[in-house]
């Protein structure tokens, strides 16, 4: 498997489609930000299955958009189907412990943290139940002009 | 100890700095390169207002501190309170749908004295909104003689969040706002040229704005130096919102205009967001604090198994009520930095207008708000005065006098009417300031001495706006060492800044006294005082973080008073 990195700002949709309309089969899409220059630059990384094992500009840490058992995590959860089913690594709480029992709500849209080659999900309590820190649908201030 | 004398040397400022001619006449009309011409011109006379030391020139607590431990805000000033507000939106940003009418009369109902007019900065806001809002503001002046009806803008910080951006009213004022918003608004400035934009930087949060917002703040404290006006303020809004005002960036805005960026808001608005479904809200996170770090975020803010810098804690901004956290790490240098609480109101919880039909990119105006005949849970927000209160006090309520008040932290950040009144003095009981100073205040000690606190808190004398009488169930006296300046400009915690002790009201309301002594006090240290209903409190006594879509605002409420820093000499 090789890795290769594309930067530019993309929506999660954009990046997918790009890594379909490749050609190459990616089984494991991350987004991180290079901040080595002046202005933050965001960076897509694909892990390309079927390619020789390569390590190209391979992040400590980014969000993973895509990764494998993906597919399969809708509605909701336990913390340890999560695991068990998934690339997912590890369901981490802020603040809150997670058993493997513990329920999550994916909303359809998980986007685990990529760190060091493991894919940790951070999630957080809500009126009922946990859930995904990061969302797909975030407040978009000034009607998302800004 | 008083040597500050022998520099009397009485520059008048309107004789000295250039007060006709804006920056667009330059033929360099680059902002950057503006600023700092402007600001340059205006160092002589920033000397010369140091050494004048009293009176109106706002000497700066650091300067003062330099002078020879002179206390500022010193205690037993008649100074009154006056509640208000100073993040309002009006039916001239895109997003908001009120008139400045109804803002007024609604924050004038609900008590308060002062509020700001801040609609989003823009192109179309720059172009059309200015000339309208104008009037507007001098109508609602005239309607409310006793409401303070400040002008102001919210200001995208190139590089960062939002900010409030204010002046007294005065012949200049909407000339200097309209030039400072051409000039170095984020939306303005990373906008493409063909769209009416600058496109000088490329995102209005992209750290190559950065430059501009110093240069930003360079240019009011200039504005404030050549006598185009008496006074002007910032102060950062919901600063951890999206992660994208990093420690270095409130440091140098701090650094780059002490006069003129001055705090920020403790607590965000849109309180009434995380009222559940359930209960007929809307079911979202309080303050609208939902996000998760994007490409400008500040890599230091990741959310982890402890903490989420992105979620409100008690109503408050994660960098104000984190002990020991990012405010905390400021108040430790011996930064004055001031917090408050504003509505951010666009639409109120429950209200039945929604935003006028008009074009706003081509008119700057949404125009005049639609009755739909139904109520809007899905709305976030309150109307001024009805939640949020930035308490300041003041010598007397005119527009200058009260800025000088938040100018000089003498400022509580009060959630649903927790506390109608706090007189906080600090002084030495040993050799030194014996008759101490207030909030924001600094005063001095000989080392070794004894420093007393003496917190008299006056409850809520009736009920708030849901109706109920709100119950002040504790007070948290919070100290930390003055460390001096940081050599990490992103440094974001003072593990030294601790709650030293709590006291508890029980069934005491009303006026209530509580003093507290740090004896023998061997090095220089702040304090500060915040208070709870005790509803939500974590095993050390904090705020807890917020639920998502399950925050009642009204069972979970803080104020914050700013700090007293006593130098020990």
């Not at chain 1, 190209?56 to 913390?79: H, I, K, N, S, Y």
């Not at chain 2, 023998?520 to 304090?527: C, H, Q, R, T």
């Amino acid at each position: 498997m090789a890795w290769i990195s594309l930067p530019g700002r993309h929506s999660d949709h954009e990046v997918l489609s790009a890594a379909d309309d490749s050609g190459l089969v990616a089984d494991l899409v991350l987004t991180w930000v290079d901040r080595s220059g002046p202005i933050a630059v965001p960076v897509i990384s694909m892990r390309i299955v079927g390619t020789a094992p390569e390590a190209l500009d391979l992040p400590a840490e980014g969000r993973c958009v895509r990764f494998p058992g993906q597919d399969w995590l809708v509605g909701v959860l336990t913390a340890g189907d999560i695991v068990a089913g998934s690339a997912i690594d590890e369901v981490v709480g802020v603040g809150v412990p997670v058993t493997p029992d513990s329920p999550v709500d994916t909303r359809g849209f998980l986007r685990p943290s990529y760190q060091d080659g493991r894919l940790v999900l951070l999630v957080e309590p809500t009126v009922d139940g946990l859930r995904p820190v990061e969302i797909e649908d975030p407040h978009q201030c000034c009607g998302g002009q800004h | 100890m008083h040597n500050h004398d022998g520099h009397e040397d009485h520059h008048h400022h309107h004789e000295v700095a250039p007060v006709e001619g804006s920056w667009q006449d330059s033929a360099d009309d680059h902002p950057v390169s503006v600023a700092r011409r402007r600001f340059l011109t205006g160092l002589g006379i920033a000397v010369g207002g140091a050494a004048l030391g009293t009176g109106a020139a706002a000497a700066s607590p650091e300067s003062d501190a330099a002078l020879g431990h002179r206390p500022t805000n010193p205690w037993g000033r008649r100074d009154r309170w006056f509640a208000g507000d100073h993040h309002i939106h009006t039916q001239y940003s895109n997003d908001g749908q009120y008139p400045v009418a109804k803002q007024v009369a609604e924050a004038r109902k609900h008590g308060l004295d002062w509020v700001v007019i801040t609609d989003h900065g823009g192109v179309a806001h720059q172009k059309f909104s200015i000339d309208q809002v104008t009037p507007d503001i001098e109508r609602a002046r005239k309607t409310n003689r006793d409401v303070l009806v400040y002008q102001g803008l919210e200001w995208n910080i190139p590089g960062a969040e939002h900010a409030t951006v204010f002046m007294p009213p005065g012949r200049h004022t909407v000339d200097i706002l309209r030039a400072f918003e051409a000039g170095y608004d984020g939306n303005v400035l990373s906008r493409p040229v063909a769209q009416g934009g600058k496109g000088l930087i490329s995102r209005s949060t992209s750290a190559d704005g950065e430059p501009y917002a110093l240069a930003a703040l360079r240019y009011l404290e200039s504005q404030v130096l050549s006598g185009r006006t008496e006074i002007a303020l910032m102060f950062a809004n919901h600063p951890a919102r999206r992660g994208v005002d990093s420690p270095h960036e409130l440091r140098g805005w701090r650094d780059a205009a002490p006069r003129v960026a001055v705090g920020m808001e403790g607590a965000p608005g849109h309180q009434a967001a995380g009222i559940a479904k359930a209960a007929g809200g809307s079911g979202r996170a309080r303050g609208i604090y939902d996000a998760s770090p994007g490409v400008d975020s500040f890599p230091g803010y990741a959310p982890n198994a402890t903490e989420n810098p992105y979620r409100t804690y008690g109503g408050f901004d994660w960098m104000t009520a984190k002990v020991g956290g990012l405010w905390d790490s400021l108040l430790a240098e011996g930064r004055p930095w001031w917090v408050t609480s504003t509505s951010d109101v666009h639409q109120v919880f429950n209200d039945t207008f929604t935003n006028g039909p008009q074009d706003y990119e081509t008119t700057g105006n949404r125009g005049a708000p639609v009755d739909t005949g139904v109520k809007r849970s899905d709305y976030g927000d309150f109307f001024p005065g009805h939640y949020s209160n930035t308490v300041v006090g003041a010598r007397s309520k005119s527009y200058v006098d009260v800025m000088r008040g938040l100018q000089s932290g003498k400022v509580i950040a009060v959630h649903g009417r927790l506390v109608d009144g706090l007189d906080l003095r600090v002084r030495a009981l040993s050799e030194g300031d014996n008759q101490g100073v207030t909030l924001g205040g600094r005063t001095f000690v000989r080392r070794g001495g004894d420093v007393e606190v003496t917190i008299e808190v006056t409850t809520a004398g009736g009920p708030n706006f849901s109706g109920a009488v709100p119950k002040l169930a504790k007070l948290d006296l919070i100290a930390g060492p003055i460390t001096g300046p940081v050599a990490d400009r992103d440094v974001l915690s003072a593990p030294r800044t601790t709650l030293v002790k709590t006291f508890e009201l029980g069934r005491k309301s009303g006026r209530v006294r509580f003093t507290y002594v740090f004896r023998g006090v061997g090095e220089s240290f702040y304090l500060r005082v915040r208070g709870s209903d005790g509803n939500r409190v974590t095993s050390d006594g904090g705020p807890v973080m917020d639920v998502i879509g399950d925050a009642n605002p009204w069972t979970d409420l803080w104020f914050y008073a700013n700090p007293v820093f006593v130098d020990v000499v």
